[in-house]
């Protein structure tokens, strides 16, 4: 970092510039030193970074094995998609299912007599609507006992059990209508009127005396001939792990089975996550001896021992298990190339799938499988308290004691050039007096040699 001088008016000696260029001298060295402390460092920062980024994305792209997911991934096809449909998670299991939907899960709907339109008076007195074992009373007087009006208080209640109010207009006159808001036997309602003229009385409902525009029901179907029932068209206690959404009356199969396809995705990604982590090691730990290049973690004994512990355990073969089952990653299609990175066979996988499964899911996701004791590894080295991490911090660390190093170095300078530019400026002083004196006594000098011709 440079130090400026104050500019001083001088007849006899540039101050600024002889300061200014005794201060680049002396600290030419030392700034030199630091900016190359400052720039490896730096380096280092930045090479640990992307060290550790490439473990962590390969721990990223090795996550649907080490939990497993990507061996508990279903594939659902139902035979007639205008009927159901079919969802899974994680606890379905392999299996084809008949379903024949007879019923469909409905709201009860109820519409009154008609009135002449939606302002007319119905009547005063006590509505009680109930939906099961809920209800609600609402009181109509003559100041707000239209239509309308009834509507809204219906659903602006806030004890309403469940049913929403709309007034529909036919050309017999204006109706309301009743519309349970969920679907099924059990969430029928029911509307009674007491008290009052008795007009309220043309409001009233009940499903076990009178017809409602929509009848409540439960979906009824069966599964291979089990017969199951629901409140709402979505089921998801009738098959374990499968929900099944129930779209019109009718038959269809739904067919479930392993998604091979997610392991084999899973083992692409954690080679291609693997290959790029050998190509982020290489690059660092490189030596190019034509351009005369060196990699900012050339003969790094971490970084070296921490690559090795990982293609060991990509290239370990377990021991035991059933004759013929896969032990090693190269028995699935993962196999190491000259250059360290790794090549993959998917039909190796494809086969060892369909005739090992459970070996390939243990060799792969369980307990001691090769994903969980990388993943295992891999959080070891770049946790909060992991070599890396503490590498990092060790390395933010001296940074800041070369910022300290840096900003002390520069007020020694400002200082020094401080007390330079008092010294020359002295200096500078004390030869303008002489030069003053000089051609004083210069002066005299002629005066006296010429009275003396």
């Known amino acids: 970092m440079a130090t400026t001088t104050p500019t001083l008016g001088s007849s006899s000696i540039d101050v600024a510039s002889i300061v200014?260029?005794?201060?680049?001298?002396?600290?030419?060295?030392?700034?030199?030193?630091?900016?190359?402390?400052?720039?490896?460092?730096?380096?280092?920062?930045?090479?640990?970074?992307?060290?550790?980024?490439?473990?962590?994305?390969?721990?990223?792209?090795?996550?649907?094995?080490?939990?497993?997911?990507?061996?508990?991934?279903?594939?659902?096809?139902?035979?007639?998609?205008?009927?159901?449909?079919?969802?899974?998670?994680?606890?379905?299991?392999?299996?084809?299912?008949?379903?024949?939907?007879?019923?469909?899960?409905?709201?009860?709907?109820?519409?009154?007599?008609?009135?002449?339109?939606?302002?007319?008076?119905?009547?005063?007195?006590?509505?009680?609507?109930?939906?099961?074992?809920?209800?609600?009373?609402?009181?109509?007087?003559s100041s707000a006992n239209a239509l309308q009006d009834i509507r809204d208080k219906i659903n602006k209640a806030s004890d309403n059990p469940g049913v929403s109010a709309a007034i529909v207009t036919g050309s017999d006159g204006a109706h309301l209508v009743l519309t349970s808001t969920a679907t099924g036997a059990a969430n029928a309602f029911t509307v009674s009127a007491s008290g009052g003229d008795g007009g309220l009385s043309k409001l009233a409902f009940d499903p076990a005396t009178d017809t409602a525009t929509v009848k409540a029901q439960d979906a009824e179907f069966t599964i291979d001939g089990t017969a199951a029932t629901?409140?709402?068209?979505?089921?998801?206690?009738?098959?374990?792990?499968?929900?099944?959404?129930?779209?019109?009356?009718?038959?269809?199969?739904?067919?479930?089975?392993?998604?091979?396809?997610?392991v084999t995705n899973a083992m692409q990604s954690m080679v291609t996550a693997y290959n790029s982590f050998i190509s982020t090691y290489q690059t660092l730990t490189k030596y190019d001896a034509t351009n005369n290049q060196v990699g900012a973690l050339i003969g790094d004994a971490t970084v070296m021992g921490i690559k090795s512990q990982v293609s060991t355990l990509l290239g370990s073969q377990v021991a035991g298990g059933a004759a013929g089952a896969p032990k090693s990653l190269s028995d699935l299609g993962v196999s190491f190339q000259v250059d360290g990175t790794l090549k993959f066979d998917s039909t190796k996988l494809t086969k060892a799938l369909a005739t090992n499964p459970k070996d390939t899911q243990n060799l792969l996701s369980g307990t001691n499988g090769l994903a969980p004791k990388l993943d295992k590894l891999i959080t070891g080295w770049t946790s909060s308290t992991g070599i890396l991490t503490q590498r990092t911090a060790n390395l933010n660390t001296k940074a800041k004691d070369l910022s300290d190093q840096q900003d002390a170095y520069d007020l020694q300078m400002t200082d020094y050039t401080t007390r330079l530019t008092k010294q020359y400026t002295a200096l500078d002083t004390m030869m303008t007096k002489l030069s003053s004196t000089s051609s004083y006594l210069q002066q005299q000098f002629d005066a006296l040699t010429n009275s003396n011709k």
């Open 230 to 262: 629901s409140a709402t068209n979505t089921v998801a206690t009738a098959i374990d792990g499968v929900t099944l959404t129930l779209a019109k009356e009718g038959t269809s199969s739904v067919n479930i089975t392993n998604d091979t396809s997610a």
């Open 20 to 141: 200014s260029n005794l201060v680049a001298n002396k600290r030419a060295a030392k700034d030199k030193q630091l900016s190359a402390a400052v720039t490896a460092n730096t380096t280092q920062i930045s090479a640990v970074g992307n060290f550790t980024s490439s473990l962590t994305s390969l721990q990223s792209a090795i996550k649907a094995l080490t939990d497993g997911t990507a061996f508990t991934t279903q594939k659902t096809s139902v035979g007639d998609s205008t009927i159901l449909s079919a969802t899974t998670d994680a606890t379905a299991q392999p299996g084809s299912y008949n379903i024949v939907v007879s019923k469909l899960a409905t709201a009860q709907k109820s519409t009154s007599t008609a009135v002449t339109d939606a302002k007319t008076a119905v009547g005063t007195g006590t509505l009680t609507v109930s939906v099961g074992g809920k209800s609600m009373n609402l009181d109509i007087d």
